[in-house]
């Protein structure tokens, strides 16, 4: 199991229930693929974009701690692309 830390760039229109939806949904397939989530942070709430993406000009950014198997991120990965909410994801091995 590594450490890793994944940054989620979601859609700022979204309600709160909604918000919190898509969080249970991020880590509902996180604790699929046998990942054991450390921490979970809201790192902006709404935040301008440095250039527009998927036509949005603004997003809000959480950051979550966690430990996986490497040959999870892939999974992971391909599951929050599909997610229409999720403007853009980026996961990184922390050393």
Do not use: C
């Not at 790192?43 to 949005?56: C, G, T």
């Not at 950014?61 to 997610?83: D, G, M, Q, V």
């Amino acid at each position: 199991m590594r450490r890793y830390e994944a940054m989620f760039i979601v859609k700022t229109e979204l309600s709160g229930e909604e918000k919190k939806s898509l969080m249970d949904q991020i880590n509902d397939t996180l604790l699929k693929n046998n990942a054991q989530i450390l921490q979970v942070n809201i790192w902006a709430e709404k935040r301008k974009l440095a250039y527009p993406i998927k036509k949005h000009q603004e997003g809000t950014y959480y950051l979550i701690s966690f430990t996986a198997p490497p040959e999870a991120i892939a999974k992971l990965n391909n599951a929050y692309r599909l997610n229409e909410n999720i403007l853009r994801v980026l996961i990184t091995s922390e050393v």
